[in-house]
Each structure stands twice: as structure tokens, then as C-alpha cells.
């Protein structure tokens, strides 16, 4: 290695420039040839601040041609962040370089969206220094809406509108910030003084005459209706507010507004409700009346309720169209929530609309579709092309467990018949993907990581012998079971390790017949027969342990004699295995002990997350049975405290015990509750898949029910909705319990309450009515017994009411009365009323 590339490697700024004064071309070159030689050869290595910084230096000064740069700047080793692009431009002016624009649009194009925020200061300072007009495309802008909040080069920070006003991208850049998604996020980072700094500038622009009110405000509404996250609109919802539109101004925009009444997220239809009636007029009493008509019918009930005053008002001021407007304010009579439904009859019968009292049906069951069976598991891959094709199409690190199987089943088969067809198919697929270019330290726990290796191995990509010896020290390790080895990791997490690790050294063998533990169901489970025949298969030849022990695991709970009989005929270890497995009845069933977790313990003076995480969390322990020897580890979980995770990829939890819903709930519980109480998105997706499968669920499964109702993300609580509702076809759901916890987890604070309500009202309109009425009979006694019942109990109270009237069954709730007799004009009083009037109806 020759001095120069020393001095780039270790970041040695002025000895670099040095050593390229004076250089001609060809020398120049040929030290750019070894730096990238000599980068590409640290696949590892990462290049922060400084070194980034020198290595951008040493490529504009040695390398030839925009793209090598790019190239060799935009790997994902080198870190961009902090670099100042003064020392390059300086590089490039001395060598006579003029492309540096298209360093910085070929960045721009290949840096990953969390790169290009990282990098879009040195990407820029490239632009500005050429004076090229800058990128629009997605990335670019969310890096210039980023670097709005940020400091100057030198800890310097000019008001917002005093930088935006002579920024030389504005102008160009201005109209994507109302397309590109995701952006406000950007945005409400504010600039440290406020998380509003950059509407507020763009406030003040467009009343100095710097930039056009109408573009703004037509970018605005245009943002609004095509919709976005939460957060990502604030920024948007308080330029307008800023803005603040004319009447006249609205008027031309009434459409626009109406459509975001009636379709726009909650903070967006109040927005568009609050402006046209500011406007007056603005919006065709017929317009507005069609638009109320969807409105009435929305679940905000503050937004609801501000259009029956609203109506009720147009209808004071109009007459002569008061009985049409009452038959819109009768929509409201089939609000879910009793005291709007009562508001709008009355504001209908006051305008001269009598509608008609619609009598309920009461059936004391769940109206459900009857359960469909797990579909089959899909059929084994057949070919390479089907292998590749299967890789190619699934994210790095997210594989789930039906493809995880089936790729590993087909690497086995193919990659011990076929290896140099599949090497040439997959090389260049894992290459495009930039799998296993770096390796993150999850992936030294997470199987969805661990199979890249079993495909770079595959591919002959990589140290092939450091593979073998880390594939052989983890089966070294394993001792007598996973148990051995965890160190408090969850067992099943490690099997799926122990069986990748056996996959590789299975990789260099001939005509490997596939897994013994292929899932015959989409849930991961095996069927014995086909277990039994692939044992039959098999004859003689040795069988790979930790596969075969997942086998075992995936076979249905209960006694088989007469299968039993067969395989211990079979004459084989692996046939009389099964035959003892299937005489015993498989797993055994654990003891579930409900216990409450507090924090961990601070590990610093300034541990800032201490603060963040909740006080308490309520888990379940799993303990085997006293004569049972849990030699895999999986019938045991002792639950760490609050902020002692282990990430896992816990969707692969479900197919490694498909026959044992409880168990497999304990093992995530923890991991579904941050979703409740730290607000972490995705852990609710295991819940469907818990549902799919079979076995008693105990206080492991209803906790996780409980918690997932009450996560932060919509996505989950739709993923708890669909399994209640599966479970509760299926006869399977414990409703009380689910109901227990969730009261009790609501009483102690532990989750928000009023996150569950909107899921246990669409199974209620799903058809879930008795299942939903016994779960919130159960989940009511400890709300109402609280000192101060939570938010969210009278939505509870409400509902309970409906689903009462609609079954027609009558179940207590201990403390009902005695909210009752409080008296007083609550919410809380008034819904306990209602639901005592629905058990004495």
C-alpha cells in the first residue's frame, strides 16, 4: 500500500492534497486506480467524518470520469454526513475538473434516502459550487427540506426566512415539497426554535411578494388531497392556517375543500370544515349538504358534531330548505355513538324531519362467517429459475416464514444437484441486492439475515471457509438443546440458527432429498402421515438432527397408535423417534403464570430512554411441567424487565410451534405489548398468524390480544381485530379474559385505552356482537372501580350498550350501579345510565 492510500485510509487531510499538487494525469490515475482497488478489498471498513471527507478529496483529484466518483462515494461503507464540500471544490478548480455537477446528480440518484439526508449538504455544496441547478427528484428534496432545520457549516443559524429567502433552490424546489411523500416529516423538525419555523417563513414570503400566495395555497390543498401520514401533513395544515384564505379565496377552492371534508384524515376534514364555514357562502348549499351527508356518518364525533351545529345553523338562516337539511342531520341518526345519534333527532324533528324508528333484531350469538382451514403450504420449488426468482422478490431481512422454509428446502435440494447453474443465477441477483455487503449485529441473532449467508455461500460469494467454521461452531455450541446455548435469547430463534447452521454444512453434500420439517400447512404445520413417508424416503441414510427436531415440533398435539405402530416398524433411529413422539402426545403443555415487569435498571447519569420507557408491563412466565425435561428451551420464559429487549423476528415464532398458540404468545408477548405502551410498529402482524394456529391460547394469547387492541399503529390494531375476529369464529376466543386484561392494563394506565375502542367497534359491525359484548361485561368492572376511570370508558360504556341491545343477553357489570348513583351530568354517568337501560330492556 503506498503512502497516498495510507494517508486517505487514516484521514489525513493535508497529506493528501499535498501528494496530489503538482501531479500530471497519468499519475494522478494510476493512484486513483489503487485507492479503488484498495477500498473495494475492505469490504468492512467503514469511512466516518474525516476519512469520508479525504477519500471524496483523493477520488475528484486521482479518478477520471463523474461516474467512478459517484461510484466510489456513494458505496454504502462511506458516510457523507458532516462532509464539507469546500476542500473538493478546491481539488477540482486546481486539476481543472468540470463536472462536479454530475458527481452530484449521479449521488442524487444512487444514495439511498437515509444516505441522501445524510449526504445532502456535500451533494449540494458540489451543486452550488458548479452553479447547476439542482435534482428534483424525491430524495434530493427531502435532504433540502431537512437541511432547513439544520445549523450552517459552522454553528451559525440565520432565521428560516431570511435563509429561505436567498436560497438559490427555492424557487426550483419549491413546488416538489407539495408532492413528494413524506416530506412534511421532514419539515416539522423545525429549526430549533419552533417545529412551525418553515410555514411561518413561507408565510411571510408570499405576504412580501417573494413568492405566490395562490401557488402556495392551490400546493397546499393539492398535498392535502392526495393525503400522507399524520405528522407529515402538520406542517402543511399550519400553512394554511397561516395562509389564512379569503372567502374569495375559497370560494374558487370549494371543491377542493369539500373533498377534504368528506375524505381527508380527522385534522384535515376539521381544517376544511373550519374554513368554509369561516367563508360563509363559499361552498353551493347543495354541495355542502351532499358533502354533509358522509361526513355525518364519520367516527371523529368532535368533527360530527361541529357539522350538526353547523347544519343546524344553515338551517336557521335558510327556511325555506330547513326540511331537506333535516333529512341530511337524520344520516347522524345511525352515528355509533349514542349522544350524537340523540342530537341529530332532535336537530331533525326541530327542521321537520320525522324519521322512522328502525327495530333491532337481537340474536345472543356472534354472527360470523364460519372459520376456513389453513390453506396448504405451496408446493416445493421446482427449478433454479423458481429459486431466484423467490429471492429476488423478497426484501432483504424480512423473509417470512413460508418463503424462509421453502427457499432453505430449495437451496438444499438444488444447491447439492445443480450448484453451477444456480451460482451463475444467483450471483448476480445477491450482487444488484447488496446482500451481506455489510453485516448489521441483528444479524447475528435474526434468521432472516442468516440465510443470506446460506445464499452467498451458494453463489460462491465470500470467505466460503470462514462460513464453514462459523456454521460448525454454532452446531458446536448447541451442547444438549438451543437451552444450552441462549444466554437469554429465546430459544426458538435459536433453533431456526441451528438449523440454517446444519443447511450449510448440508450444502456440501450430493443430492440432498430437502428438509424433513417442510411445512405441509400455511401455518407451519406438519402433517404426521407425510412426516412418516418423508422418514420412509429416507431409508438408511442418517437424518440432519436439528431439521428433524423441527419436525417433531410442527406435528399436532395428541396420541397416534396406530401411525406410531408404522414408524417404529421402519426399523430406523428417525421411525422409532416419531412412533415415541407420537405415543407421547408431543410438547407438553406449560404452566402460564401472569406476572408484572418494571424497568431496568438506569445505566447512566444521562440514560435518556430510562425516562421513556413505561413503569410496568404485564407478561406471562412459562414454566414446564415438574416432570418434564425442557431439553429445547422452548417451555420456558422468565421475563426480562421494561427496555431489556432482544430484537427477534418474532413473525417466524408462530411456525416453529404451530400446535401451541399460548406458548408461542408468551415468547412474543413482550414484543407485542412496546407496541401499546412504546408505540414500536409491526409486532401486532403475529397476532393473525397466532389465530391460524391450533393448541389452548391460556392468558399468554388474551394479553397479546389486549395489548395489540390497544397499539399505536392502525395497522396493528387491525392485525388484533383480525385475529379476534378469526379466533372468535372459530369458537377459540376467551373473550372475558381478553376483557380482564384489557380492563385491568386500561385501569393500571398501562396502555390508552381509546386506541381499542374503533377495533372492538368493527367487530361489533362485523358481527362479533356476543363476543364483544362478554369482552367489555369483563373489561368494565375494573375501569369503573379505578379512582379515576380512564379515557376512553365512556366510548366503552357506550358500546357496551349497543352490543347488549344487539344480543339481547344479559351479563352484570359489578360497579355499573354505582356510577349510576352518582348522579351529575357526566359522560361517564350518562353512558353507564344508557347501558343500565339496555340490561333492563
Known amino acids: 500500500m503506498t503512502g497516498f492510500v495510507e494517508a486517505v485510509v487514516s484521514g489525513r487531510m493535508s497529506e493528501v492534497r499535498s501528494a496530489l499538487a503538482g501531479l500530471d494525469e497519468p499519475a494522478r490515475r494510476a493512484l486513483g486506480d489503487e485507492l479503488v482497488a484498495d477500498v473495494r478489498r475492505r469490504r468492512d471498513a467503514w469511512w466516518w467524518q474525516g476519512e469520508a471527507a479525504t477519500l471524496a478529496v483523493a477520488a475528484v483529484g486521482t479518478l477520471s470520469t463523474p461516474t467512478k466518483v459517484a461510484a466510489l462515494l456513494g458505496r454504502r461503507s462511506v458516510w457523507l454526513s458532516g462532509v464539507d464540500a469546500a476542500p473538493v471544490v478546491d481539488v477540482a478548480r486546481e486539476r481543472g475538473v468540470t463536472w462536479l455537477a454530475d458527481v452530484a446528480y449521479k449521488l442524487a440518484d444512487r444514495l439511498p434516502r437515509d444516505r441522501m439526508l445524510a449526504g445532502w449538504r456535500f451533494v449540494a455544496g458540489l451543486l452550488l459550487a458548479g452553479k447547476a441547478p439542482p435534482p428534483t427528484g424525491d430524495d434530493f428534496v ?31 424546489l419549491l413546488p416538489r415539497l407539495f408532492e413528494v411523500d413524506g416530506v412534511g416529516t421532514e419539515l416539522a423538525r423545525g429549526d430549533g426554535a419552533g417545529s412551525d419555523a418553515l410555514p411561518k417563513a413561507l408565510a411571510a414570503l408570499a405576504a412580501e411578494g417573494r413568492l405566490d400566495r395562490a401557488a402556495l395555497l392551490n400546493g397546499v390543498l393539492g398535498r392535502l388531497l392526495r393525503g400522507d401520514r399524520p405528522g407529515a401533513l402538520r406542517p402543511f395544515l399550519a400553512l394554511h392556517d397561516l395562509l389564512a384564505p379569503t372567502p374569495d379565496e375559497v370560494a374558487v377552492r370549494s371543491n377542493a375543500y369539500l373533498r377534504l371534508l368528506t375524505d381527508g384524515p380527522g385534522p384535515v376534514a376539521r381544517t376544511a370544515q373550519r374554513t368554509l364555514r369561516e367563508a360563509g357562502d363559499a361552498a353551493e348549499p347543495e354541495a355542502l349538504c351532499e358533502a354533509a351527508r358522509t361526513v355525518l356518518a364519520r367516527p371523529e ?13 344553515l338551517a336557521r338562516r335558510h327556511p325555506e330548505q330547513a326540511p331537506e337539511i333535516g333529512a341530511v342531520l337524520a344520516v347522524a341518526a345511525n352515528h355509533p355513538d349514542a349522544g350524537l345519534r340523540e342530537r341529530a333527532l332532535a336537530l331533525a324533528a326541530r327542521h321537520g324531519h320525522r324519521p322512522e324508528a328502525v327495530a333491532t333484531v337481537a340474536e345472543p350469538r356472534d354472527d360470523l362467517p364460519p372459520p376456513l382451514s389453513a390453506p396448504a403450504a405451496p408446493p416445493p420449488i421446482a427449478d433454479v429459475d423458481e429459486l431466484v426468482e423467490e429471492v429476488a422478490a423478497t426484501p432483504r431481512g424480512l423473509w417470512p416464514a413460508s418463503v424462509l422454509e421453502r427457499v432453505m428446502d430449495g437451496l438444499l435440494r438444488l444447491g447439492t444437484r445443480d450448484r453451477d447453474r444456480l451460482e451463475v443465477a444467483l450471483a448476480p441477483v445477491l450482487r444488484r441486492e447488496r446482500v451481506a455487503e455489510y453485516e448489521h449485529i441483528w444479524a447475528r441473532s435474526d434468521p432472516s439475515f442468516e440465510i443470506d449467508r446460506l445464499l452467498l455461500f451458494v453463489a460462491r460469494i465470500g470467505d466460503a471457509t470462514r462460513r464453514r467454521d462459523g456454521w460448525a461452531s454454532t452446531l458446536a455450541t448447541a451442547g444438549g438443546g438451543p437451552a444450552a446455548v441462549a444466554s437469554g435469547r429465546p430459544a426458538p430463534m435459536w433453533l431456526y440458527r441451528l438449523r440454517l447452521a446444519e443447511a450449510g454444512q448440508r450444502l456440501d453434500g450430493r443430492d440432498d432429498p430437502g428438509l424433513l420439517s417442510a411445512p405441509t400447512s400455511a401455518t407451519g404445520a406438519v402433517e404426521p402421515r407425510v412426516l412418516y413417508e418423508r422418514l420412509a424416503a429416507l431409508g438408511d441414510r442418517p437424518y440432519w438432527r436439528w431439521d428433524y427436531t423441527q419436525a417433531l415440533l410442527r406435528l399436532p398435539a395428541g396420541v397416534d397408535e396406530p401411525l406410531a405402530a408404522r414408524a417404529e416398524a ?47 408491563r404485564r407478561l406471562v412466565a412459562l414454566t414446564p411441567p415438574a416432570d418434564v425435561d425442557d431439553r429445547f428451551g422452548l417451555l420456558t420464559v422468565r421475563p426480562a424487565a421494561i427496555g431489556r429487549r432482544i430484537f427477534d423476528a418474532g413473525h417466524l415464532w408462530p411456525a416453529v410451534l404451530p400446535g401451541h398458540r399460548g406458548v408461542v404468545a408468551a415468547h412474543v408477548l413482550a414484543e407485542v405489548a412496546t407496541a401499546a405502551q412504546e408505540d414500536d410498529a409491526g409486532p401486532g402482524a403475529v397476532l393473525p398468524a397466532l389465530a391460524e394456529c391450533t393448541g389452548a391460547g391460556g392468558p399468554a394469547l388474551d ?18 381485530l383480525d385475529a379476534v375476529l378469526m379466533l372468535a369464529a372459530a369458537g377459540d376466543l376467551d373473550a372475558p379474559g381478553v376483557g380482564g386484561h384489557l380492563g385491568e392494563l386500561g385501569a393500571q394506565g398501562q396502555v390508552i385505552l381509546t386506541r381499542a375502542v374503533t377495533p372492538l367497534r368493527d367487530a361489533l359491525a362485523a358481527g362479533a356482537r356476543l363476543s364483544v359484548w362478554r369482552l367489555l361485561a369483563a373489561a368494565l368492572p375494573p375501569l369503573l372501580a379505578a379512582p379515576t376511570p380512564p379515557r376512553g370508558t365512556p ?45 333492563a330492556a
Open 301 to 313: 364525533k368532535a368533527l360530527v358534531r361541529a357539522q350538526l351545529t353547523w347544519l343546524d345553523r
Open 570 to 616: 421402519l426399523g430406523t433411529p428417525g421411525g422409532v423417534e416419531l412412533a415415541a413422539w407420537l405415543r407421547g402426545g408431543g410438547v407438553p403443555a406449560p404452566v402460564q403464570e401472569v406476572v408484572t415487569v418494571g424497568r431496568r435498571d438506569r445505566s447512566g447519569r444521562h440514560d435518556w430512554s430510562y425516562d421513556q420507557l413505561p413503569e410496568r
Open 703 to 720: 394479553l397479546a390480544l389486549a395489548y395489540g387492541l390497544c397499539a399505536r399503529h392502525e395497522a396493528d390494531r387491525v392485525a388484533a
Open 142 to 172: 427531502r435532504g433540502w427540506a431537512a437541511a432547513q432545520g439544520w445549523p450552517g457549516p459552522h454553528g451559525t443559524r440565520l432565521p428560516t426566512v431570511d435563509r429561505l429567502r436567498a436560497d438559490p433552490f427555492l424557487d426550483a
Open 795 to 839: 366510548d366503552l360504556l357506550a358500546l357496551a350498550a349497543e352490543a347488549a341491545t344487539a344480543t339481547g343477553v344479559r351479563i352484570e357489570v359489578p360497579g355499573l350501579a354505582d356510577v349510576v348513583a352518582r348522579g351529575g351530568g357526566s359522560r361517564l354517568v350518562a353512558e353507564a345510565r344508557r347501558l343500565t337501560a339496555a340490561l
